[in-house]
Nanobody
Framework: LVQLVESGGNSVQTGGSLRLSCAAS???????????VGWFRQAPGRQREGVAAIGDTIRTTSDDIVKGRFIISRDSPHNWFLEMSELKPEDSAVYYCAAGAGVLPGGICSFASSAYPYWGQGTQVTVSA
C-alpha cells in the first residue's frame, strides 16, 4: 500500500518561509524517478490547484502561483520537498503531495489531479497579514 505523508505545514507571517516535505512508503515498484511527484493546494471554497511538480529532472511550476517563490526538489524517488518563500496570505491552503503521474512529452508533469493516483492527507499552511 502506497502511503504519502506530508509535513512542515505551519502558521507564518507574510514574507515568511516554509519547507514542506513528502515521504512515500510502500512505493517501490510504484513510484520512481520516471514518475512525476508534486504539490497541490486547496483553499476553502476553491478548487484544488497544482503548484509544482517534478519528474526525473524537469520541474513544472504554476507560474501564476509560484512566480519564483517556490522551489520543488527531490532527493530520492520517494522523498520530495517544496521550499516556499515570500509567503502571502493568499498562499494559505491545505497543501497536498501527490505522486505517480507519468511524465509527459518534453519531460513536464501534468497538473491534472486525476493524473496522480497517490495522495497525502494534506498539511495546513496559514499565512497571516
Amino acid at each position: 500500500l502506497v502511503q504519502l505523508v506530508e509535513s512542515g505545514g505551519n502558521s507564518v507571517q507574510t514574507g515568511g518561509s516554509l519547507r514542506l516535505s513528502c515521504a512515500a512508503s510502500g512505493a517501490s515498484g510504484y513510484i520512481d524517478y520516471r514518475s512525476c511527484v508534486g504539490w497541490f493546494r486547496q483553499a476553502p471554497g476553491r478548487q484544488r490547484e497544482g503548484v509544482a511538480a517534478i519528474g526525473d529532472t524537469i520541474r513544472t511550476t504554476s507560474d501564476d502561483i509560484v512566480k519564483g517563490r517556490f522551489i520543488i526538489s527531490r532527493d530520492s524517488p520517494h522523498n520530495w520537498f517544496l521550499e516556499m518563500s515570500e509567503l502571502k496570505p493568499e498562499d494559505s491552503a491545505v497543501y497536498y503531495c501527490a505522486a505517480g503521474a507519468g511524465v509527459l512529452p518534453g519531460g513536464i508533469c501534468s497538473f491534472a489531479s486525476s493524473a496522480y493516483p497517490y495522495w497525502g492527507q494534506g498539511t495546513q499552511v496559514t499565512v497571516s497579514a
